[in-house]
């Protein structure tokens, strides 16, 4: 069972004794009536980041290499049920293992341009964006804080502090700057590799170099295993939520002032699709297989209309056409061609991340 499947069978659990996490939401500026410069929105003092590791303790993959499996790399092979982050540049695919990403958590790429793919293990979180910081490419690397359990990653130009989940600058030179997101999936190595029969695939070390020339980790190994379904929420804090287990899996939508998280095991219960709205857009979010899979959501207003979706075996079926949930691509019928628009912003995570980085999100099914 992989870890978004088995945190799906955790959503009902109770929570009560739980710690939690997660996102920037912003203290406010200092202001300038004493006398004192204005501190920018974004900025998030030292004192507030905990010491989770030393810096570069983590070492950021910088000089990384791809096949088209594991089978000549230095680990076990990659397993169908196994996670990734999958990403479409110019027509090619890429994908980057879990497997590398929970002892790495930062690749810095070029792949159509500068992009860096970032995970955080305690939030669950994959974000990936383009690689650049005051307008200039730049290697990132593991700071070794975090911000409320999320990974902190700082660039190699500047030393300014940012967070994962924000893909914001909070402390530093570049203070307030945000990086410009790129379209990723967070889905299995096979269900990628069916989708992209021709994607390639990122190689562990020694074959990808990393930050501090460290030694390769064993890959075969989670670094991480039991964290998911155990009482420990990163290194600290509180939750007292009770409506979902902390470390469910959510995709969460934000719009026009208004959260919702859609947990997985909730959609799947609902046939595997659901249509609602949320700050006044309308939504819908869906597996991908016929009856579980990666969480997905789009935006299901086309030209002025809105479409209600159905599912037929895994695809999406909606105004005469059929949607290839994967994609939200219209595979036939009078909207053929069309995209749908990604509805998230954020990959899916565990709840306790969403929550504290949307403190006011309703949940699907409350």
Known sequence: ???????????????????????????????????????????????????????????????PAFGEDWSDADAAPLQDTNDVIGIVRDGEA??????????????????DGPLLVT???????????????????????????????????YDRTTDTLW????????????????????PSSFTTWGEWRAEYPDTTVLLPPPASGTITDAAPRDYDKD????????????????????????????????????????????????????????????????????????????ERRIDGETLTFEKDGAALVAGGSRWNPFTGRATDGPHEGTTLTVANERSPMFFFAWLDFYPGTTVYGE
């Open 223 to 298: 670094p991480y295993g039991g964290y998911e379904y155990s009482g420990q929420i990163g290194i600290g804090g509180s939750y007292d939520d009770d409506r979902l287990h902390p470390k469910a899996t959510v995709l969460g939508v934000a719009r026009d002032g208004e959260a919702r998280a859609y947990p997985l095991d909730r959609i799947i219960g609902s046939g595997g699709v659901v249509n609602d709205e949320v700050g006044g857009a309308p939504v819908v979010v869906a597996v991908t297989g016929e009856e579980d899979g990666s969480l997905v959501g789009y």
């Open 1 to 63: 069972m992989n870890r978004r499947r088995l945190l799906a069978a955790l959503s009902t659990a109770g929570a009560g004794a739980f710690a939690g996490c997660a996102g920037y939401q912003g203290p406010g500026s200092a202001g300038s009536d004493g006398g004192e410069e204005e501190t920018p929105e974004a900025f998030v003092p030292r004192s507030e980041l905990q010491r989770g590791a030393r810096k570069d303790a983590i070492p950021a993959i910088t000089d």
């Open 119 to 153: 995970y955080c293990p305690l939030c669950g979180s994959a974000v990936a964006a383009v690689r650049e910081a005051g307008g200039e490419p730049t290697p990132f690397g593991v700071s070794g804080l975090l911000y409320k359990n999320d990974l902190v990653m």
């Open 163 to 182: 967070s994962q989940i924000e893909a914001q600058a909070i402390n530093g030179e570049l203070v307030g700057e945000r990086l410009q997101l790129v």
């Open 94 to 111: 890429r994908a980057y293992p879990l497997r590398i990403l929970n002892w790495h958590e930062v690749v810095n790429e070029s792949f």
